[in-house]
């Protein structure tokens, strides 16, 4: 079975300080995807990244980076030198390449993120 | 500009007045569906179409229906609402319906069902 733990509920951290947020997948297939969405006190959902099972390379953008480890099923989100308006909650998710419902998305619980000034 | 849109985004209903919660998308994408998101069970998905007339039922269908009558529109009807579908209702679209195609999601639609 599908299923995506974000083990972290609540993180506080204080400004410029860098934080990583924990990501462990499950799946037996062996084509997957795995996205982080953000959602800000607003509400709305907010894309980040998507990775693909084949590819395990690190991805940097800007203060934001991602670690993919296949071995460990994990898929880790740091943000260096937080800022405040980094403060929301952030999903992990899992889609798998030919799942039976279409491109469902598998979610984590969210880790909400509060960084202050 | 591309993107995913709901209406209305606040809505407070009394028990049994059915009810629709429209979406569109400007992006031509083939595949949409319905997630709703409660505290301490995460995001759940109700309902997706794979094309137009193409619909199915996602994980918590029950008291939801849908359509697909253009590519564009994705209607939620809730036939007789009752308060456990208070929650926050997104949509949400991407190309393709396999699992490589990143969902883009509307603003989200908050419902209380009273």
């Known amino acids: 079975a599908q299923k995506v733990t974000q083990a972290q509920t609540e993180i506080s951290v204080v400004e410029k300080e860098d934080v990583t947020l924990d990501c462990v997948y499950e799946?037996?297939?062996?084509?997957?995807?795995l996205f982080w969405y953000k959602q800000p006190p607003s509400g709305e959902l907010v894309f980040l990244i998507r990775r693909n099972s084949f590819d395990e390379q690190n991805e940097i953008s800007g203060r934001y980076s991602w670690n993919f480890q296949k071995s460990t099923s994990s898929f880790n989100f740091t943000i260096t030198a937080s800022q405040v308006v980094d403060s929301a909650v952030y999903f992990c998710a899992l889609s798998e390449a030919f799942g039976n419902q279409g491109g469902k998305l598998i979610f984590g619980q969210g880790t909400e993120l509060s960084v202050k000034p | 500009e591309a993107q995913v849109t709901q209406n209305p985004r606040y809505l407070i209903t009394v028990t049994g007045k059915k009810l629709t919660v429209t979406c569109s998308q400007n992006m031509n994408h083939e595949y949409m569906s319905w997630y709703r998101q409660d505290p301490g069970l995460g995001l759940r998905q109700i309902y997706y179409s794979m094309n137009v007339e193409v619909t199915d039922k996602g994980d918590v269908p029950e008291g939801y229906k849908v359509s697909r009558k253009e590519k564009r529109n994705f209607p939620l009807i809730l036939e007789s609402p009752s308060p456990n579908q208070t929650s926050l209702y997104f949509c949400?679209?991407?190309?393709?319906?396999?699992?490589?195609?990143?969902?883009?999601f509307g603003p989200g639609t908050r419902l209380l069902v009273l």
């Open positions: 949400a679209s991407s190309l393709g319906e396999r699992g490589q195609e990143t969902q883009y």
């Open positions: 799946t037996r297939d062996t084509t997957y995807y």
